[in-house]
């Protein structure tokens, strides 16, 4: 019997597989503690989802092409690593027509003025919910406050968070039940209960009332942030943040490497890569994966393990537009500048989510698709060239909820796009006072500033399985009572069935959106080990 060959020597502390915003903060992190780091990336830039693009040619306009708005992100991480980042708080919160309302009268709520506020509740004739609501999220901010302090800390299990939320029946609405049930108990209105019920849906293919509870995951990340559940723009766009945690990263001495494809990752540190072909391989003490669980399963060539999980399946389709000027709206009491100036909710009733989702578990899509739009430009020009922010050109992102990855295929893409385009653009205009298309800008090629991406165009761009925006589904942001948080990669949420190899990206517990939690937390496991 011959004995094990050893494991080969380490060439690096840390080898970090993936430049997104999480493998970059743990790259900072890691180096900053004196660690020898190298950061792999497979694109020419690092940053992933979380970049900003000339999307357009000859149009001097940057856009956060893929991740729009910061909620999850710690100050403790800005603090930590010294980022110079600004975000931007938004004056309103948002803007929802009624749908079909002849006169498009809608329900804007601003947070600095209440009284206006309770004014366009009872235009809606939603009076009844203007306390309602404002209560409703009284209550998740006393579970954003509980809970957000935790998220850079090692896991608490269940029954430990129970206790410092301190509210058993809170509990269990957030928690234990499909939180369908606690919107309907809270609030009347089927367009208020709609406003709602987005933070469960976005990103997410479920009913409101789905036993699985992948919705109340969703809600409790989108509620939970800073303590209170404000989604700021980032000044400069998503790439101003990835930018700077690549300048503090390499400041500290990690060495990053782009346009480097990581082709086979081994348990014993191993890693192999190709650039420029040809192939190389490096070794770490650790290596912090910043890929969806699916990916490192691939790169490990573990398929059984993939098998054992739910499949990471997207359901958005994202359209970024460059508009002359806002579109006007059919009610001409509302200023464009404050209906976009939160987050305009479009054919999102509670009852108008619900059908989406049950048509397109068939395969049909809604008349209507519902879909929220987000206007960087108003709170931040500086993406744009000067002369083109003097213009009064706006940015226009919106997001389209309940389009599963399941029915597209490579063969169809293109088609699928265009025919969600088209949904996308029809569900805006039936709120305008006219045509979207009209007020597009052309690019330099002479085509109208548009672009859009379905689930299958991220899988292709980023390597996300299924399209799916946290690389699979999200998990709860503490430990069950049985989990085992014996070693530090369990304590923090990003073990792995191979001692030295760690999720550190939105795969991780508590990952998801641009937070940088998953790397944090990543290199808070290897410095306490």
Not at 28 to 40: N, P
Not at 238 to 259: N, Q, S, Y
Not at 263 to 285: L, Q
Request: charged share 20%; glycine share 10%; net charge negative.
């Amino acid at each position: 019997m011959t004995d094990a060959a050893p494991s080969p020597a380490p060439t690096h502390d840390v080898v970090i597989v993936g430049g997104g915003h999480n493998g970059l903060t743990a790259a900072a992190y890691l180096a900053e503690a004196g660690k020898s780091v190298i950061l792999l990336e497979r694109l020419p830039d690092v940053g992933g989802a979380a970049v900003s693009a000339q999307a357009f040619p000859g149009i001097e306009a940057r856009l956060s092409r893929y991740s729009y708005l910061v909620s999850l992100l710690p100050q403790r991480i800005i603090d930590d690593l010294g980022l110079d980042i600004r975000l931007a708080r938004r004056r309103y919160s948002s803007y929802t027509p009624v749908p079909g309302d002849p006169d498009g009268a809608g329900l804007l709520i601003d947070n600095t003025d209440a009284e206006a506020t309770a004014a366009s509740f009872a235009r809606i004739g939603a009076a009844a919910d203007a306390e309602r609501f404002t209560a409703f999220y009284e209550s998740t901010a006393s579970v954003a406050q509980a809970l957000w302090p935790t998220v850079t800390e090692p896991l608490l299990t269940r029954s430990e968070a129970k206790a410092i939320v301190g509210d058993d029946e809170l509990w269990d609405a957030l928690i234990e039940n499909p939180i369908g049930g606690f919107i309907e108990s809270r609030l009347e209105n089927d367009l208020v209960r709609g406003v709602a019920a987005t933070d469960a849906l976005i990103g997410t293919f479920a009913s409101v009332s789905d036993p699985s509870l992948a919705q109340n995951r969703c809600f409790l990340y989108h509620v939970i942030g800073q303590g209170t559940g404000q989604w700021d723009v980032p000044v400069g766009g998503m790439g101003a943040v990835t930018g700077e945690l690549a300048r503090v990263a390499r400041e500290a001495g990690a060495r990053i490497v782009t346009d480097a494809e990581v082709t086979s990752i081994a348990p014993d540190g191993t890693v192999v890569y190709t650039r420029n072909g040809h192939e190389r391989h490096v070794v770490g003490g650790h290596v912090l994966v910043n890929v969806a669980p699916d990916v490192l399963d691939r790169l490990l060539g573990d398929a059984a393990s993939a098998g054992q999980r739910p499949a990471a399946e997207g359901a958005q389709v994202k359209v970024n537009m460059l508009l002359e000027r806002l579109p006007r709206l059919r009610d001409e009491a509302i200023d464009p500048k404050a209906a976009f100036g939160g987050t305009f909710h479009i054919n999102e009733t509670y009852t108008q989510l619900e059908d989406a989702y049950t048509g397109m578990t068939r395969g049909v899509m809604p008349e209507l698709l519902p879909c929220e739009i987000y206007c960087h430009t108003l709170a931040d020009p500086t993406i744009l060239d000067p002369d083109l922010a003097d213009s009064g050109a706006q940015t226009i992102t919106v997001f389209g909820l309940h389009t599963p990855d399941r029915w597209l295929t490579d063969d169809n893409n293109d088609e699928t796009r265009r025919r969600l385009q088209d949904a996308v653009l029809a569900s805006l205009n039936s709120v305008l006072a006219e045509p979207i298309e009209s007020l597009l800008l052309t690019d330099g090629d002479g085509n109208p500033c548009i672009e859009t991406k379905t689930t299958r165009d991220l899988e292709h761009a980023l390597t996300m399985p299924g399209g799916n925006i946290f690389h699979g589904p999200l998990s709860w942001p503490f430990a069950e009572d049985d989990d085992p948080l014996d070693t530090p990669a369990q304590r923090w949420g990003v073990a792995t069935e191979h001692p030295r190899i760690l999720l550190c990206g939105s795969g991780a517990r508590r990952g998801g959106a641009v937070s940088g939690l998953g790397g944090h937390n990543a290199a808070m496991a290897v410095l306490e080990g």
